[in-house]
């Protein structure tokens, strides 16, 4: 670059020389996104207030989130492990474990509460051979770990060997250099907590291959999913002296294991008389679909053994997901927002093969072909559809429509479209019916590669059919409490929802529904299905009927329409309302926040009330209820108390440490929320193409939308202290809208926010000023 910029210099272009100098005044090098991304953010314990104070569960303040590495939204990414096990809400990896007993190919829905599954684990050994992942676990130390999204790098102190791991989508690449040499070895083992793993040694091929069936959580749990993760494991050396086990019994010389049945461990060994310093390199192939399958991938993927020549191009394909908001600001703040983008693509996951095959959804064993798009599973939507949904929609709409035909082809498989699907099955994990959303959403910013008439057809079926089957309906087809949310217009008390459901949730069901069956209105109204379309609206106002006019809060209501009798709107376990309090599930109504305004009592009541529900520490972050609340000050006529608390919250409520993510990621919308916080605008009503604004933490913002044009977002004069925006310009014309639509950033142009210390209490005050509702019809672009 210094020969460049003299040669420059010296010819006719100083002025270019001057531009090079100016951007980038120390050293020419700029950093490439992927490297300012800590996977170890949400690893550890949550260190946010809101989770600390609110949290129900141990699991809510763990983050969930560990080191994933591999491509984006990979089929398998690689972890060190620490926890040896598939069980519910235990992710394999937590930063104040201290040791690692294996590396594995993990299926971690992230920042969850489920489960993984159909994973595998290999663990290099120095000396005699230990099985027992509590016994063979090696000490660690994180000053030695290197974690990016492309390479993890870390010394197991106790038996000297240094680790390497690099991933491509379907195939992963392990290096093992053993330092002290001597009796060394490495085991191979199907995490199956219920002992039906497989594993069968090929010498002749240096080869391992096995299975580890997939197992249900929730419903039917224990039961067989249908499919399993299968492996197949290649070495760069001979295998001369290997064996298997059963129950953490070596075997030598045995060729393969399979478990009873009876949670019985199995695995499998290989071992050498090594030189000090010498490497032994592991490439991995993965498949849902069959062994043949998983050799593909690899072959495809992963066809050597250099590790540079994985690391690299997975570094470039993280970069260029990442450059799709490229993003201006302190380094702390760079790793705060790629972080947070890099979380929020590690799921839906792909679950199809190189060559398109899958397993077919829930109870389906045909083999299926996806035929044209990619096809994925892992939708945590009931967390996903409010914004980490909304980004794949705004910044990969190809692979978004890939997702939307995904859910198409398990409802056809299925007969319903799944409310919650993951581990490619159906589950009646959470509340709501949020494929209306995400399918909604995806219509109306113009995406249109999936078949959205059979879409229609199935969305139509679960909120306007009953599901008699009670098997099928446990299992989570269709709406619960449909009936009564038919009938009364609402969900009373005494619909039990379901029998062995230990909450009701009566009033969080009716007010997502009512969202719900307004996604599904703009769907039915772009295809021109206008009974659908006019019923759908009306049951839009649903949450109304939940809305006690007298608190100002949504409140449990019986079938005569008496509410209940004792009532605190700030109770965290009211058995009528999911994860949060009456006051918190109150302002679940972003399709019509106008008429939530007025059901309470007008805008300086309702600004009262959200001041009350920050001020008095009733906000929770850390549950995915509050994630829109802050922004519906914009809605009252009040768009500087957003300004104001947005940065408050992205200030305590994230940090760049292992504990910095305000309770669990779930699938990536506490990352989602946070990348477009910090860009300045926020998706409060996914299903219709508006963004509302905020205060962007970040200097600039450009988003490079592959259907548009570049659009930046820049904050003038932007600082710790000036949060407030004084003024806006967009593409050089006065702003005063306090939301964006999805056609302004696609058209490109350039949104500029003038930033100041003290908020300007008339910028977008006015009433038309305000983002668009349901029983209000504002100025729209």
């Given at each position: 670059m210094q020969l460049l910029t003299l040669y420059l210099l010296k010819t006719k272009f100083p002025v270019l020389v001057l531009f090079v100098l100016l951007i980038n005044p120390v050293g020419y090098a700029q950093k490439e996104p992927v490297a300012y991304v800590n996977p170890l953010i949400g690893s550890a314990p949550s260190q946010t207030p809101t989770a600390k104070k609110h949290s129900e569960a141990g699991s809510e303040l763990k983050g969930q989130i560990v080191p994933a590495i591999g491509r984006p939204h990979a089929m398998t990414t690689w972890t060190p492990q620490t926890q040896a096990t598939e069980i519910k809400c235990r992710a394999p990896y937590y930063y104040n474990d201290t040791r690692i007993n294996g590396f594995r190919g993990t299926h971690w829905l992230n920042?969850?509460?489920?489960?993984?599954?159909?994973?595998?684990?290999?663990?290099?050994?120095a000396g005699k051979l230990v099985l027992q992942p509590t016994e063979r676990g090696s000490r660690f130390d994180h000053s030695t770990e290197t974690v990016t999204p492309a390479y993890y790098d870390v010394r197991l102190t106790d038996s000297d060997i240094r680790a390497e791991v690099s991933a491509h989508t379907r195939a992963g690449l392990l290096q093992f250099t053993f330092g002290k040499g001597g009796e060394s070895a490495i085991l191979i083992e199907p995490n199956s907590d219920e002992g039906e793993g497989y594993v069968a040694i090929h010498p002749e091929r240096n080869e391992i291959v096995g299975y580890n069936p997939v197992?249900?959580?929730?419903?039917?749990?224990?039961?067989?999913?249908?499919?399993?993760?299968?492996?197949?494991?290649?070495?760069?050396?001979?295998?001369?002296?290997?064996?298997?086990?059963?129950?953490?019994?070596?075997?030598?010389?045995?060729?393969q294991a399979k478990g009873g049945g009876r949670r019985e461990s199995v695995g499998a060994y290989v071992r050498w008389n090594l030189k000090p310093g010498e490497v032994v390199r592991v490439r991995v192939g993965t498949s849902f679909v069959d062994e043949a399958g998983a050799r593909k991938n690899l072959q495809s993927e992963i066809n050597h053994w250099d590790m540079a020549r994985v690391r690299q191009p997975t570094e470039a394909a993280w970069n260029a997901e990442l450059n799709r908001?490229?993003?201006?600001?302190?380094?702390?703040?760079?790793?705060?927002?790629?972080?947070a983008l890099y979380h929020a693509n590690l799921t839906p996951r792909i679950v199809s093969d190189v060559d398109g095959r899958y397993p077919g959804f829930a109870d389906d064993t045909t083999v299926r072909r996806a035929e044209g798009f990619t096809y994925y599973c892992d939708f945590s939507l009931w967390d996903t559809f409010r914004a980490c949904q909304p980004l794949q929609n705004l910044l990969q709409p190809q692979r978004a429509g890939d997702m939307m035909q995904s859910l198409v082809k398990k409802a056809e498989q299925g007969g319903w479209m799944p409310i919650f699907p993951c581990w490619n099955s159906y589950t009646a994990a959470m509340i709501g019916d949020h494929a209306q959303s995400v399918i909604a959403d995806a219509y109306v910013k113009g995406i249109r590669n999936f078949d959205v008439k059979t879409a229609y057809t199935y969305l139509r079926r679960n909120a306007f059919t009953v599901n008699t089957d009670p098997k099928s309906y446990e299992s989570g087809k269709g709406r619960r409490a449909l009936a009564s949310y038919l009938q009364f217009s609402y969900i009373p008390l005494e619909d039990s929802v379901w029998q062995a459901f230990h909450k009701r949730e009566q009033v969080s069901r009716t007010l997502e529904y009512a969202y719900d069956d307004f996604c599904l209105s703009q769907l039915a109204n772009a295809l021109g299905h206008t009974d659908d379309h006019r019923a759908l609206t009306k049951r839009a106002m649903n949450y109304r009927n939940v809305l006690d006019p007298k608190t100002g809060?949504?409140?449990?209501?019986?079938?005569?329409?008496?509410?209940?009798?004792?009532?605190?709107?700030?109770?965290?376990?009211?058995?009528?309302?999911?994860?949060?309090?009456?006051?918190?599930?109150?302002?679940?109504?972003?399709?019509?926040?106008?008429?939530?305004?007025?059901?309470?009592?007008?805008?300086?009541?309702?600004?009262?009330?959200?001041?009350?529900?920050?001020?008095?520490?009733?906000?929770?972050?850390?549950n995915e209820p509050n994630n829109q609340i802050v922004y519906l000050y914009a809605y009252a006529g009040a768009p500087w108390q957003t300004q104001a608390r947005v940065r408050q919250i992205v200030r305590e409520e994230y940090s760049t440490g292992p504990g910095g993510l305000s309770g669990n990621e779930d699938g990536g919308q506490m990352s989602a929320w946070l990348a477009f916080s910090m860009a300045g605008l926020y998706p409060v009503c996914p299903g219709t193409p508006y963004y509302v604004l905020g205060s962007p933490a970040l200097d600039a913002v450009t988003i490079n939308p592959p259907r548009g044009k570049p659009f930046r977002i820049q904050a003038r004069d932007n600082s710790e202290q000036n949060v407030y925006i004084q003024s806006a310009t967009l593409n050089g014309e006065p702003f005063t809208r306090t939301y964006l639509s999805h056609d302004d950033i696609l058209n490109g142009g350039e949104l500029v926010l003038n930033m100041g210390p003290q908020p300007n209490k008339n910028w977008g005050s006015r009433l038309e000023d305000a983002p668009p509702s349901l029983s209000r019809t504002a100025t729209r672009p």
């Open positions: 920042g969850s509460c489920v489960q993984d599954y159909g994973s595998l684990t290999i663990m290099p050994l197992h249900r959580i929730y419903q039917g749990a224990g039961q067989p999913a249908g499919f399993s993760g299968y492996f197949v494991v290649q070495f760069d050396r001979t295998l001369t002296q290997f064996g298997t086990w059963t129950n953490y019994e070596a075997n030598d010389g045995a060729k908001m490229q993003a201006t600001g302190s380094d702390t703040d760079k790793t705060l927002f790629y972080t809060y949504v409140r449990g209501r019986y079938a005569n329409g008496n509410w209940t009798a004792q009532f605190n709107p700030f109770a965290l376990r009211s058995s009528f309302i999911t994860e949060g309090s009456p006051a918190q599930y109150t302002y679940f109504v972003p399709q019509d926040v106008a008429g939530l305004i007025e059901g309470v009592g007008g805008r300086e009541r309702f600004v009262a009330k959200l001041d009350t529900l920050f001020d008095g520490g009733y906000y929770w972050h850390g």
